[in-house]
């Protein structure tokens, strides 16, 4: 099961669950629309993965905390101040019931990090589909290592951004890419599917390996100047 919580303006709570298991809950910019799921349809929580500082990522903690003080919550360090059970940087997490590979996704802020778990990434403010993160506390060359990283994955991994950005990244991609056919077949989906309030997302590794200069970027000098375009469009 896989189900994006619609938060704020544009963010997304991710929430996975191998069937009759547990749910693992992806970044929580709120608590209200949260709240209301597991209540209606009864879910437990094995545990809340965090992953970068922002507050439209962390303001719910508090909140889901007092609510449910029992379940863990991991995350990078630099989200230690929303009262970690577990500062997670790279490598395996075990939880009860799941193998997750926390993956240094920096760039974004400098200890973003990303969950991989049966095949699904969840990575966001890091890659969004056809963009990435604005650079902050990271680097023009951590982030473009985490896109790198992220090229690397199966080309079926499914990909779980945090915000709803696909429309706006689109357009800029038609102004830089010459082959223009992926993405205008692409935007014309995804105008559909937003038409009808639906999500864009999750997309997948190989689809924006065809929409996605940000992905397909072969040096830092190309990506950076791409993410400087992109911060003025």
């Not at 630099?78 to 997670?88: D, F, I, N, S």
């Amino acid at each position: 099961m896989l189900i994006p919580i619609p938060a704020l303006n544009d963010n997304y709570i991710w929430l996975y669950a191998r069937e009759n298991l547990p749910l693992l809950i992806v970044d929580l910019p709120e608590t209200d629309s949260l709240f209301h799921f597991l209540e209606e349809q009864h879910f437990s929580v094995e545990a809340l993965l965090l992953t970068h500082n922002h507050a439209d990522h962390t303001n719910g903690v508090a909140a889901f905390k007092q609510r449910f003080p029992q379940i863990p919550i991991y995350g990078p360090a630099e989200c230690a101040e929303h009262g970690l059970t577990q500062v997670v940087n790279e490598g395996d997490l075990i939880t009860e019931h799941y193998r997750i590979q926390v993956l240094p996704s920096g760039g974004h802020t400098a200890q973003h990090v990303s969950y991989w778990v049966d095949g699904h990434l969840f990575c966001g403010d890091a890659l969004f589909s056809a963009g990435c993160g604005r650079v902050f506390t990271g680097d023009y060359a951590q982030m473009f290592a985490t896109m790198q990283r992220f090229a690397a994955l199966p080309d079926d991994t499914i990909v779980c951004p945090g915000h709803e950005y696909t429309l706006s990244n689109l357009a800029f991609v038609q102004n830089v890419w010459a082959n223009k056919s992926a993405v205008e077949n692409h935007r014309v989906l995804v105008a559909q599917l937003r038409a009808e309030n639906k999500p864009s997302l999750p997309t997948t590794i190989g689809l924006e390996k065809h929409i996605n200069p940000f992905l397909t970027a072969t040096n830092l000098a190309q990506f950076t100047q791409l993410r400087q375009a992109k911060d003025t469009f």
